[in-house]
Protein backbone atom coordinates (compact mmCIF):
# COMPACT_ATOMS: atom_id res chain seq x y z
CA UNK A 1 0.00 0.00 0.00
CA UNK A 2 1.36 3.56 -1.04
CA UNK A 3 1.95 5.65 1.85
CA UNK A 4 0.95 9.42 1.50
CA UNK A 5 3.14 12.60 2.96
CA UNK A 6 0.14 13.57 5.70
CA UNK A 7 -2.79 11.34 6.57
CA UNK A 8 -5.38 13.63 7.37
CA UNK A 9 -8.10 10.39 6.95
CA UNK A 10 -7.05 8.16 10.52
CA UNK A 11 -6.27 11.86 12.38
CA UNK A 12 -10.51 12.50 10.81
CA UNK A 13 -11.27 9.42 12.32
CA UNK A 14 -10.35 9.55 15.78
CA UNK A 15 -12.17 12.84 16.17
CA UNK A 16 -15.13 12.06 13.62
CA UNK A 17 -17.68 12.30 16.21
CA UNK A 18 -16.91 15.83 17.73
CA UNK A 19 -16.38 16.96 14.19
CA UNK A 20 -19.96 15.88 12.94
CA UNK A 21 -22.05 17.19 15.77
CA UNK A 22 -20.53 20.91 15.93
CA UNK A 23 -20.87 20.77 11.77
CA UNK A 24 -24.69 20.18 12.61
CA UNK A 25 -25.10 21.87 14.81
CA UNK A 26 -23.47 25.21 12.17
CA UNK A 27 -26.17 23.04 9.48
CA UNK A 28 -29.04 23.70 11.82
CA UNK A 29 -28.34 26.96 13.00
CA UNK A 30 -26.89 28.16 8.97
CA UNK A 31 -24.78 30.50 10.65
CA UNK A 32 -22.52 30.16 8.51
CA UNK A 33 -20.29 33.12 8.66
CA UNK A 34 -19.20 34.60 11.49
CA UNK A 35 -20.74 33.92 14.49
CA UNK A 36 -20.41 32.31 17.66
CA UNK A 37 -18.42 29.22 16.16
CA UNK A 38 -15.84 31.67 14.67
CA UNK A 39 -15.75 34.25 17.98
CA UNK A 40 -15.15 30.66 19.82
CA UNK A 41 -12.63 29.72 17.85
CA UNK A 42 -10.78 33.47 17.79
CA UNK A 43 -10.87 33.20 21.77
CA UNK A 44 -9.38 29.75 22.29
CA UNK A 45 -6.82 30.43 19.72
CA UNK A 46 -6.00 33.47 22.12
CA UNK A 47 -5.56 31.61 25.23
CA UNK A 48 -3.47 29.19 23.54
CA UNK A 49 -0.89 31.62 22.03
CA UNK A 50 -1.16 33.91 24.64
CA UNK A 51 -1.68 36.70 22.36
CA UNK A 52 -3.96 39.57 22.83
CA UNK A 53 -5.57 39.20 19.19
CA UNK A 54 -6.24 36.93 16.64
CA UNK A 55 -8.15 37.88 13.40
CA UNK A 56 -9.26 35.15 11.59
CA UNK A 57 -8.72 35.37 7.82
CA UNK A 58 -9.62 32.72 4.55
CA UNK A 59 -5.76 31.93 4.07
CA UNK A 60 -2.47 32.61 5.40
CA UNK A 61 -1.24 34.11 2.17
CA UNK A 62 -4.19 36.76 2.63
CA UNK A 63 -2.87 37.22 6.40
CA UNK A 64 0.42 38.30 5.08
CA UNK A 65 -1.15 40.85 2.73
CA UNK A 66 -3.81 42.16 5.91
CA UNK A 67 -0.79 42.54 7.97
CA UNK A 68 1.60 44.46 5.57
CA UNK A 69 -1.47 46.70 4.60
CA UNK A 70 -2.42 47.32 8.17
CA UNK A 71 1.06 48.81 8.73
CA UNK A 72 0.69 51.24 5.86
CA UNK A 73 3.26 49.85 3.71
CA UNK A 74 3.97 51.87 0.91
CA UNK A 75 4.75 50.92 -2.85
CA UNK A 76 8.59 50.65 -3.29
CA UNK A 77 9.59 49.91 0.90
CA UNK A 78 11.62 47.41 1.08
CA UNK A 79 10.69 44.01 2.92
CA UNK A 80 13.50 40.96 3.98
CA UNK A 81 12.52 37.58 3.20
CA UNK A 82 13.80 34.61 3.23
CA UNK A 83 14.84 33.31 -0.51
CA UNK A 84 13.91 29.71 0.97
CA UNK A 85 10.48 29.66 1.77
CA UNK A 86 7.35 28.80 0.60
CA UNK A 87 6.32 31.63 -2.40
CA UNK A 88 3.50 32.60 -0.60
CA UNK A 89 5.72 34.92 1.93
CA UNK A 90 6.83 36.78 -0.83
CA UNK A 91 3.60 36.71 -2.85
CA UNK A 92 1.96 39.45 -1.01
CA UNK A 93 5.14 41.89 -1.09
CA UNK A 94 5.15 42.19 -4.98
CA UNK A 95 1.44 42.36 -5.28
CA UNK A 96 1.54 45.33 -2.80
CA UNK A 97 4.35 46.92 -5.10
CA UNK A 98 6.61 46.44 -2.33
CA UNK A 99 10.12 45.20 -2.95
CA UNK A 100 11.13 42.00 -1.64
CA UNK A 101 14.94 41.69 -0.73
CA UNK A 102 15.64 38.18 -0.47
CA UNK A 103 18.31 36.69 2.04
CA UNK A 104 20.23 33.69 2.68
CA UNK A 105 19.29 31.21 5.37
CA UNK A 106 20.96 29.22 8.14
CA UNK A 107 22.05 25.52 6.86
CA UNK A 108 21.44 23.54 9.91
CA UNK A 109 18.12 25.31 10.89
CA UNK A 110 16.97 26.54 7.48
CA UNK A 111 15.56 29.94 8.78
CA UNK A 112 16.51 33.55 8.42
CA UNK A 113 18.99 34.82 10.83
CA UNK A 114 19.41 38.70 12.65
CA UNK A 115 22.68 38.94 10.70
CA UNK A 116 21.39 38.00 7.38
CA UNK A 117 18.85 40.50 7.90
CA UNK A 118 20.99 43.29 9.55
CA UNK A 119 23.18 42.75 6.04
CA UNK A 120 20.07 43.45 3.79
CA UNK A 121 19.34 46.36 5.32
CA UNK A 122 18.52 49.72 3.50
CA UNK A 123 17.23 53.11 4.25
CA UNK A 124 14.23 51.96 2.08
CA UNK A 125 14.04 48.89 4.50
CA UNK A 126 10.61 49.02 6.38
CA UNK A 127 9.48 45.54 7.27
CA UNK A 128 10.93 41.45 7.93
CA UNK A 129 9.28 38.27 7.22
CA UNK A 130 11.16 35.80 9.51
CA UNK A 131 9.63 32.40 8.16
CA UNK A 132 9.60 29.33 10.88
CA UNK A 133 10.56 26.96 8.38
CA UNK A 134 9.39 23.48 8.90
CA UNK A 135 8.33 23.93 12.45
CA UNK A 136 10.80 25.73 14.61
CA UNK A 137 11.28 29.37 15.31
CA UNK A 138 13.82 31.80 13.73
CA UNK A 139 16.02 33.32 16.63
CA UNK A 140 13.37 35.62 17.17
CA UNK A 141 15.71 37.38 20.20
CA UNK A 142 17.50 38.46 18.32
CA UNK A 143 15.45 39.07 14.93
CA UNK A 144 13.52 41.83 17.26
CA UNK A 145 16.46 43.47 18.34
CA UNK A 146 17.94 44.38 14.98
CA UNK A 147 14.00 45.25 14.04
CA UNK A 148 14.35 47.73 16.99
CA UNK A 149 17.55 48.94 16.20
CA UNK A 150 16.71 49.71 12.78
CA UNK A 151 12.58 50.99 13.57
CA UNK A 152 11.15 48.04 11.46
CA UNK A 153 8.26 46.28 11.74
CA UNK A 154 8.42 42.14 11.77
CA UNK A 155 5.95 39.84 10.67
CA UNK A 156 6.02 36.06 11.37
CA UNK A 157 5.29 33.55 8.91
CA UNK A 158 3.80 31.08 11.15
CA UNK A 159 2.64 29.16 8.58
CA UNK A 160 4.43 25.91 9.49
CA UNK A 161 5.27 26.38 13.34
CA UNK A 162 1.71 26.78 14.69
CA UNK A 163 2.64 25.60 18.01
CA UNK A 164 6.32 26.09 18.89
CA UNK A 165 7.82 27.47 21.95
CA UNK A 166 10.82 29.89 21.57
CA UNK A 167 12.35 30.94 24.66
CA UNK A 168 14.28 34.16 25.36
CA UNK A 169 17.14 34.67 27.01
CA UNK A 170 15.48 35.85 30.48
CA UNK A 171 13.58 32.54 30.62
CA UNK A 172 10.30 34.02 29.16
CA UNK A 173 8.83 31.35 26.66
CA UNK A 174 6.68 32.65 24.12
CA UNK A 175 4.29 31.07 20.90
CA UNK A 176 5.94 31.49 17.77
CA UNK A 177 2.97 34.10 16.05
CA UNK A 178 2.88 35.56 19.11
CA UNK A 179 6.44 38.07 19.28
CA UNK A 180 6.57 40.15 15.86
CA UNK A 181 4.21 43.15 15.74
CA UNK A 182 2.13 40.48 13.51
CA UNK A 183 1.81 36.71 13.32
CA UNK A 184 0.36 34.62 10.25
CA UNK A 185 -0.47 32.14 10.10
CA UNK A 186 -2.24 29.27 7.72
CA UNK A 187 -5.04 26.23 8.54
CA UNK A 188 -4.36 24.89 4.94
CA UNK A 189 -5.48 21.09 5.94
CA UNK A 190 -2.04 19.74 5.93
CA UNK A 191 -0.47 22.03 8.27
CA UNK A 192 0.41 21.20 11.68
CA UNK A 193 -3.62 22.85 13.08
CA UNK A 194 -5.58 22.41 9.48
CA UNK A 195 -9.48 22.24 8.59
CA UNK A 196 -11.24 21.02 5.87
CA UNK A 197 -10.70 23.87 3.20
CA UNK A 198 -8.98 27.04 3.87
CA UNK A 199 -8.43 28.86 6.44
CA UNK A 200 -5.79 31.63 8.11
CA UNK A 201 -5.74 34.28 10.85
CA UNK A 202 -3.09 36.92 11.92
CA UNK A 203 -2.41 37.37 15.65
CA UNK A 204 -0.77 40.96 17.18
CA UNK A 205 -0.69 42.15 20.76
CA UNK A 206 -1.39 45.43 19.28
CA UNK A 207 -4.73 47.14 20.20
CA UNK A 208 -4.50 49.33 17.31
CA UNK A 209 -3.00 47.40 14.77
CA UNK A 210 -5.28 44.64 15.46
CA UNK A 211 -8.63 47.08 14.68
CA UNK A 212 -6.51 48.12 11.63
CA UNK A 213 -5.72 44.40 10.72
CA UNK A 214 -9.92 43.84 11.61
CA UNK A 215 -10.90 46.14 9.53
CA UNK A 216 -9.20 45.43 6.48
CA UNK A 217 -10.26 42.10 6.51
CA UNK A 218 -13.75 43.27 6.34
CA UNK A 219 -13.62 45.42 2.94
CA UNK A 220 -11.56 48.35 4.52
CA UNK A 221 -15.30 48.89 6.99
CA UNK A 222 -15.47 50.85 10.09
CA UNK A 223 -18.80 50.39 10.79
CA UNK A 224 -21.66 48.75 8.35
CA UNK A 225 -21.63 50.31 5.21
CA UNK A 226 -18.61 52.92 5.61
CA UNK A 227 -15.45 52.23 4.24
CA UNK A 228 -12.24 54.26 5.27
CA UNK A 229 -9.98 52.04 3.57
CA UNK A 230 -9.59 49.66 0.38
CA UNK A 231 -9.43 46.91 1.84
CA UNK A 232 -10.36 43.02 1.05
CA UNK A 233 -12.87 40.09 1.87
CA UNK A 234 -11.19 37.69 3.92
CA UNK A 235 -13.38 35.01 6.10
CA UNK A 236 -12.97 32.39 8.51
CA UNK A 237 -16.35 30.48 7.46
CA UNK A 238 -17.76 28.63 10.53
CA UNK A 239 -17.86 25.33 9.31
CA UNK A 240 -14.13 25.82 9.03
CA UNK A 241 -13.76 27.56 12.37
CA UNK A 242 -15.54 24.35 14.30
CA UNK A 243 -12.91 21.75 12.48
CA UNK A 244 -10.25 24.17 13.88
CA UNK A 245 -12.29 24.35 17.46
CA UNK A 246 -12.58 20.90 17.58
CA UNK A 247 -8.64 19.97 16.58
CA UNK A 248 -6.81 22.98 18.84
CA UNK A 249 -6.73 20.90 22.14
CA UNK A 250 -5.56 18.12 20.34
CA UNK A 251 -2.49 20.29 18.57
CA UNK A 252 -0.35 19.64 21.32
CA UNK A 253 -0.76 15.97 21.28
CA UNK A 254 -0.52 16.17 17.53
CA UNK A 255 2.88 17.73 18.13
CA UNK A 256 4.11 15.72 20.07
CA UNK A 257 3.51 12.63 18.22
CA UNK A 258 5.22 14.51 15.17
CA UNK A 259 8.50 15.40 17.43
CA UNK A 260 8.62 11.08 18.33
CA UNK A 261 8.25 10.51 14.75
CA UNK A 262 11.22 12.79 14.11
CA UNK A 263 13.22 11.41 17.21
CA UNK A 264 12.41 7.74 15.33
CA UNK A 265 14.07 8.91 11.56
CA UNK A 266 17.09 10.77 13.83
CA UNK A 267 18.26 7.57 15.55
CA UNK A 268 17.85 5.65 12.13
CA UNK A 269 19.57 8.70 9.73
CA UNK A 270 22.01 9.55 11.79
CA UNK A 271 23.82 6.44 11.29
CA UNK A 272 23.93 7.29 7.58
CA UNK A 273 27.02 9.33 6.83
CA UNK A 274 25.67 11.24 3.17
CA UNK A 275 22.59 11.84 5.19
CA UNK A 276 22.15 14.71 7.36
CA UNK A 277 19.23 14.90 9.86
CA UNK A 278 17.24 18.33 10.57
CA UNK A 279 19.07 20.74 13.04
CA UNK A 280 17.47 22.15 16.04
CA UNK A 281 17.53 25.75 16.91
CA UNK A 282 18.36 25.86 20.78
CA UNK A 283 15.89 28.19 21.77
CA UNK A 284 13.17 26.89 19.88
CA UNK A 285 11.10 23.58 20.39
CA UNK A 286 10.49 22.16 16.77
CA UNK A 287 7.10 21.27 15.82
CA UNK A 288 8.14 19.32 12.55
CA UNK A 289 5.69 20.52 10.37
CA UNK A 290 8.39 18.56 7.48
CA UNK A 291 10.78 16.75 8.65
CA UNK A 292 13.55 17.43 5.85
CA UNK A 293 16.55 15.72 5.34
CA UNK A 294 20.12 17.13 3.07
CA UNK A 295 21.43 14.58 1.01
CA UNK A 296 24.91 14.34 0.15
CA UNK A 297 25.87 13.62 -3.93
CA UNK A 298 23.72 16.26 -5.55
CA UNK A 299 20.09 16.53 -7.59
CA UNK A 300 20.35 14.02 -9.65
CA UNK A 301 21.08 11.27 -6.61
CA UNK A 302 18.27 12.65 -4.71
CA UNK A 303 15.79 11.99 -7.29
CA UNK A 304 17.32 8.68 -7.31
CA UNK A 305 16.73 8.16 -3.80
CA UNK A 306 12.84 9.99 -4.28
CA UNK A 307 12.41 7.43 -7.44
CA UNK A 308 13.84 4.24 -5.37
CA UNK A 309 11.49 5.29 -2.74
CA UNK A 310 7.85 6.10 -5.04
CA UNK A 311 8.80 2.26 -6.44
CA UNK A 312 7.96 1.01 -2.67
CA UNK A 313 4.94 3.43 -2.37
CA UNK A 314 6.92 5.84 -0.15
CA UNK A 315 6.32 9.07 -1.14
CA UNK A 316 9.53 11.97 -0.80
CA UNK A 317 8.64 15.50 -1.17
CA UNK A 318 11.44 18.81 -2.56
CA UNK A 319 10.61 21.64 -0.05
CA UNK A 320 11.95 23.51 -2.13
CA UNK A 321 13.45 22.84 -5.42
CA UNK A 322 14.31 26.77 -6.27
CA UNK A 323 15.48 29.67 -4.33
CA UNK A 324 12.92 32.70 -4.88
CA UNK A 325 14.73 34.81 -6.68
CA UNK A 326 14.72 32.21 -9.46
CA UNK A 327 11.36 31.75 -9.90
CA UNK A 328 10.37 33.93 -12.95
CA UNK A 329 7.88 36.25 -10.97
CA UNK A 330 10.62 37.53 -8.83
CA UNK A 331 13.32 37.65 -10.93
CA UNK A 332 13.24 41.10 -12.17
CA UNK A 333 13.66 42.19 -7.95
CA UNK A 334 17.09 40.19 -7.75
CA UNK A 335 20.27 42.14 -8.38
CA UNK A 336 22.30 39.34 -9.64
CA UNK A 337 24.54 36.63 -8.05
CA UNK A 338 23.48 33.70 -5.93
CA UNK A 339 22.90 32.72 -2.23
CA UNK A 340 24.77 29.53 -1.67
CA UNK A 341 23.33 28.19 1.11
CA UNK A 342 19.62 28.79 -0.58
CA UNK A 343 21.41 27.04 -3.87
CA UNK A 344 22.54 24.41 -1.52
CA UNK A 345 19.59 23.43 0.43
CA UNK A 346 17.79 23.52 -2.95
CA UNK A 347 20.35 20.82 -4.30
CA UNK A 348 19.59 18.66 -1.10
CA UNK A 349 16.69 18.80 0.88
CA UNK A 350 13.68 15.92 0.73
CA UNK A 351 11.19 15.62 3.31
CA UNK A 352 9.69 12.62 3.97
CA UNK A 353 6.13 11.60 5.30
CA UNK A 354 4.88 13.69 8.34
CA UNK A 355 1.78 13.77 10.26
CA UNK A 356 0.36 13.10 13.88
CA UNK A 357 -0.66 9.20 12.36
CA UNK A 358 2.32 8.07 11.99
CA UNK A 359 3.16 4.76 14.07
CA UNK A 360 6.37 2.61 14.68
CA UNK A 361 4.74 -0.17 11.79
CA UNK A 362 5.20 2.84 8.86
CA UNK A 363 8.09 4.21 10.36
CA UNK A 364 10.32 1.33 10.40
CA UNK A 365 8.66 0.48 6.85
CA UNK A 366 10.12 4.27 5.67
CA UNK A 367 13.56 4.04 7.73
CA UNK A 368 13.93 0.70 6.08
CA UNK A 369 13.55 1.60 2.56
CA UNK A 370 15.44 4.86 2.82
CA UNK A 371 18.43 2.30 4.33
CA UNK A 372 17.89 0.26 1.63
CA UNK A 373 19.30 2.94 -0.73
CA UNK A 374 22.42 3.84 1.02
CA UNK A 375 23.22 -0.40 1.34
CA UNK A 376 22.36 -0.95 -2.59
C1 LIG B 1 1.14 27.46 3.67
C2 LIG B 1 2.04 28.62 3.76
C3 LIG B 1 1.60 29.93 3.50
C4 LIG B 1 0.27 30.26 2.89
O1 LIG B 1 -0.85 29.74 3.46
P1 LIG B 1 -2.20 29.55 2.59
O2 LIG B 1 -3.23 29.31 3.64
O3 LIG B 1 -1.98 28.39 1.70
O4 LIG B 1 -2.45 30.81 1.86
C5 LIG B 1 2.47 30.97 3.71
N1 LIG B 1 3.73 30.75 4.12
C6 LIG B 1 4.20 29.52 4.37
C7 LIG B 1 5.61 29.35 4.84
C8 LIG B 1 3.38 28.41 4.18
O5 LIG B 1 3.87 27.19 4.41
New binding site residues.
Partial sequence: MSLQMVDLKTQYQRIQSDIQREMQEVLETSMFIGGPKVNAFRENLEAYLGVRHVIPC???????QIAMMALGLQPGDEVIVPAF?????AEVIGLLGLKPVMTDVDPETFNITAAHIEAAITPRTKAIVP???FGQSADMEAIMQVAERHNLYVIE?N??AIGADYTFADGAVRKTGAIGHFG?????PS?NLGCYG???ALMTNDDDLAAKARMIANHGQSRQYYHDKIGVNSRLDALQAVVLNVKLPHLDTYNNSRRGAALYYDSVFSNIADLKIPGRQHNSTHVF?QYTLRLEGGPARRDALKAFLQEQGIPAMIYYPVPLYKQLAFEHWWPGGTLPVTEQLCDSVFSLPMHSELNEAVLERITKAVKAFFEK
Fill in positions: ANGTDALTYVATVHLDAQCTSFFKDGGH
